[in-house]
């Protein structure tokens, strides 16, 4: 087999990019916190790692990486662009930086990027516990 894919995600979602991966002669590896994931069946080879533990699934990538060579890391329909970057990090591929994954995984960092870089955005705001989102809806509603 040629090159290998590693995709980040092993759910229902993620079962097409499986297929089209394997039709297209890639060795699949996936990773998955669920052994009995539905997309890994059509995997060639599986880590178990949680895809929201990403120094885990760099770790294992990494190790898989030594033996078989991963070509690409990807993920779809699974919001984890910072295990991607990780993952692609830790074994030399290229990929968005580590800094631009964390903004996009976290709603009110990337909003706070939008704004410190003047791109428009709706108004936001932290909230600390559900209490507090309680008074700001109301004062939201008063106005």
Same mark, same amino acid.
């Given at each position: @087999?040629?090159?290998?894919? @590693?995709?980040?995600?092993?759910?229902?979602?993620?079962?097409?990019?499986?297929?089209?991966?394997?039709?297209?002669?890639?060795?699949?590896?996936?990773? $998955?916190?669920?052994?009995?994931?539905?997309?890994?069946?059509?995997?060639?080879? &599986?880590?178990?790692?949680?895809?929201?533990?990403? !120094? !885990?699934?760099?770790?294992?990538?990494?190790? %898989?990486?030594?033996?078989?060579?991963?070509?690409?890391?990807?993920?779809?329909?699974?919001?984890?662009? %910072?295990? &991607?970057?990780?993952?692609?990090? #830790?074994?030399?591929?290229?990929?968005? #930086?580590? $800094?631009?994954?964390?903004?996009? #995984?976290?709603?009110?960092? @990337?909003?706070?990027?939008?704004? !410190?870089?003047?791109?428009?955005?709706?108004?936001?705001?932290?909230?600390?516990?559900?209490?507090?989102?309680?008074?700001?809806?109301?004062?939201?509603?008063?106005?």
């Amino acid at each position: @087999m040629g090159k290998t894919l @590693m995709i980040v995600g092993g759910g229902e979602e993620q079962i097409p990019a499986y297929i089209l991966a394997r039709k297209k002669g890639l060795r699949v590896v996936g990773s $998955d916190l669920n052994p009995n994931a539905p997309a890994l069946k059509y995997a060639n080879d &599986v880590l178990i790692a949680s895809t929201r533990n990403a !120094e !885990e699934t760099a770790s294992k990538a990494l190790e %898989y990486h030594r033996q078989y060579s991963i070509s690409g890391v990807m993920t779809i329909a699974n919001d984890v662009p %910072y295990t &991607v970057a990780r993952v692609a990090r #830790s074994i030399g591929l290229p990929s968005i #930086s580590l $800094d631009a994954a964390r903004n996009v #995984s976290d709603k009110l960092l @990337m909003k706070q990027c939008f704004s !410190e870089h003047k791109i428009a955005c709706p108004w936001f705001t932290e909230l600390k516990n559900l209490k507090e989102h309680s008074s700001r809806r109301a004062y939201r509603a008063f106005l």
